[in-house]
């Protein structure tokens, strides 16, 4: 090479140099003059170590495939980010040249050996890649103790289970279960404060709402399933808490969020008892007063013979019903047909019972990633919305308001978060397509029960809301006469935990069904017991009941519904006690109670309902019913003789019901 070739190409060097040399672009580039360059620094590399080449692109090689498994996991619907991948090495080792080495550090490199050993190579090129996980916007969860019996619904609850924990169990410490919402300050319109801020007071005030609760605990109080909180509970009250705050009194947001952490701190536990029983009083409807009153005795004037006279004479009359959600009728052939053509070609779409969202549903599992359900993550609000009292003086309506979150109509999307998406089938025909409909059999049993109480329990499975657990008490005296978990016929969705009352721990530790034998828990409760299906659960409820046994429950059509039962003698306490404005409006079981007997039911919180306590319940309305009815008509001069009715108009002449 010239002398005037040499100079043109330090001259390059030198311009490249001051234009490259920060970024690095050209380190891992061969210098064309090695190994007579005297340029120092060089932006070129001057290594022509073999184990260089090697490593670098093993280096490489490992990265992108780390990245393609990280875009791979992260496939969902929200934005994806590459993660960094680091490829720094002890100092002891040659170093790989990146775009943050400087040049005098390539050149080191070139001086000092290379070492052959998995130790030069950062981690994620030496360790072995595992293959890459399914495709499943589902967060997964620890799976329940294997049930006994390997087709329990126990073993069919999966990853796609988002039942969470109960909060407690009758003198036991409450489950915790990972929170719905993270401890930070929720999005608003115009917050009051920075976020840091706002962050830095929720924080203190869930720090002390923590050690009330932990105090609670502790305690000795029989009440205390009901007043403590989980963590999930505790975060969502500091955040309703905090936000409530926010926006009502935006000006001085920060001197009420303080002054409340004052209190917390200084509280005793005896108010933070009373502080959660209030609380836990205001979510009543409407109209029951939540003054507390000693709760009224059911005095019928009658013997238990003689209420079950009356009680035929509060049967629901069949005609309409069927308006109204209630199936009087089997589906014929030519309907199941038709609904059976309906159900191919929607191929397995749906629309969620929460959010709304169309979605797919793959009973047996999609073959391709074993999901059971599309559309990844259901956001949804789990309480109804309630329009809260009006301020006299004012002219304008208030929003309606989510009474879970206390978060207006149409602003927010949900507070609480699902696995998956889940649906509700309310057509007879669909029902009728995956369990048929039977009408009670004639039985000569005497010795059952006069009237049975019951109640079910549903969850969400591959095929809908199915039966999940079936409750049948006597009447009047409240005598368990059937308790059973039930297995779904599709893989479960959502046991719907919080209203059911059933966890995954259930199915776990139930026994299967045996009449004679009963098995009872550590803490003395009877342990549940389980059957293979609905056809089974009803087949023991068939056992207890006549076409004229009365049988007993509040808003019976989904009860009903779910074993697929055609019954002609139903006492509903729906309609025992109607709505003002009439069906489909009625009231509900846990206001009604409170109304009329001034009892608390379903104060469990998110551990779900009692079956067994909403069938006792439905029972004693009916008792109550049957008081006023007697004495209606002792003032209209009937009397009781021998166990028969004389009415006024004909005293000699005795009536039997």
Known sequence: MSEV????????????????SSLGLFNQTPCPEYPRCSLTPCLFSHDRSPALSESTTQQKTSAAHTLELQEDVDGGDGPRKRRRISTSVQDDTS??????????????????????????????????ISPPPLRANRAPISKPAQVSDTKAAGAQTNENVSSPQPVAKQGHAPKTKAPGESLNPRMLLNPPVSHPIRLRLLTMLHEQMTRLNDEVKKSDDASKATLTLSDAELITQALDEES??????PTVYQNVIKSRIMVLKRMKLAVWKDERSKKIAERLPKGVSRE??????????????????????LAAQQEGLNNHGYVTTIPTETELETARKGVESAQGWEQCDRCSTRFQVFPGRREEDGALTSGGQCTYHWAKPRRPDTVKGENKSRDAKYACCDETVGVSTGCTKAPSHVFKISDPKRLALIMPFETTPASDRADGPGAVCFDCEMGYSTCGMELIRLTATAWPDGREVLDVLVRPLGEVLDLNSRFSGVWPDDYANAVHYDKAAQQMTDDGKPRLQIVDSPFKARELLFELLGPDTPLIGHA??????????????????????????????????????KKHLDRDIQMAGSQGHDSKEDARAAGDLVRYRIGEMWRKMKGEGWMKRDGEFLPPASPEVGIKW
């Open 244 to 249: 409530q705050t926010a926006r009502k009194s």
């Open 556 to 593: 019976l059509e989904n009860d009903l519904n779910a074993v697929r039962i055609l019954h002609p003698t139903i006492v509903d306490t729906a309609l025992l006690y109607p709505h003002p404005r009439g069906l489909p409006l009625r009231f509900g079981l846990k206001m009604l109670m």
């Open 5 to 20: 070739d040499m100079s043109f190409c330090l001259l390059f060097k030198n311009l490249a140099f001051a234009m490259f």
């Open 292 to 313: 507390p009153r000693i709760p009224k005795p059911i005095e019928t004037g009658l013997t238990s013979a003689e209420e079950t006279i009356f009680v035929p004479r």
């Open 95 to 128: 170093s790989l040249s990146t775009s943050s080495v400087s040049s005098q550090s390539s050149r080191e490199s070139a001086t000092r050996p290379m070492q052959d050993s998995d130790d030069a190579l950062p981690r994620t090129a030496s360790r072995v």
